[in-house]
């Protein structure tokens, strides 16, 4: 099981894991990497840009919904960084589009934690409304990005198809040349 899980990222660089300054730099996001325009490179490729502007917007987006109350949490950040990275972005579309369900997946976990601990029926009514919500709108975003990455990949199929004494049908692909009359790559019927 290791060897078949050190096959499948070998030869991967990496992404850099984040740290956050503590003390006087309180709250500053690093990379933890030794060489930082390498780990800004390399990050920004797994979000899906080459922008690094961009990196540093959502990066401090994604700390800001990490956060607890002024206290930024290095390991919620590195949390939601992998899911946004999981998704594989391959734009910044999809970059915003997986910090968005990173975000929505967490606060889904934290209502699903409350109505498990709720104390009376408000308690429970209000979770429920919030994580329901929550949940829906976590697939809306996979529906959406599924969608995203199909623009121009849609499949029409006929299933019934009638044919009418004297008619023809073509039964196969048809493949259009432009202007004029189509090819027929199978059997006319």
Not at 34 to 40: E, I, L, M, Q, S
Not at 103 to 130: G, K, Y
Not at 151 to 180: C, P
């Amino acid at each position: 099981m290791v060897a078949a899980y050190r096959a499948s990222v070998r030869g991967k660089a990496a992404a850099p894991a984040i740290t956050v300054g503590e003390g006087k730099e309180s709250g500053k996001l690093d990379f933890d990497h030794p060489d930082k325009a390498v780990a800004a490179c390399l990050l920004a490729g797994a979000v899906g840009t080459n922008d690094l502007d961009f990196l540093g917007g959502i990066l401090v987006q994604i700390a800001n919904v990490a956060s607890k109350g002024q206290t930024v949490d290095a390991g919620a950040v590195n949390f939601m960084l992998s899911m946004v990275k999981g998704v594989e972005p391959r734009d910044q579309i999809e970059a915003m589009l997986a910090a968005q369900m990173a975000a929505v997946h967490n606060a889904t976990m934290t209502f699903a934690r409350r109505l498990n601990n709720v104390e009376n029926i408000p308690q429970q009514d209000s979770a429920e409304r919030a994580f329901n919500k929550l949940a829906r709108t976590f697939t809306a975003q996979v529906e959406a990005l599924k969608r995203y990455r199909s623009v121009g990949e849609q499949t029409v199929r006929v299933e019934h198809v009638t044919v009418n004494e004297g008619g023809q049908a073509i039964v196969g692909n048809v493949a259009t040349g432009g202007r004029g009359s189509p090819q027929k790559t199978e059997a006319t019927s």
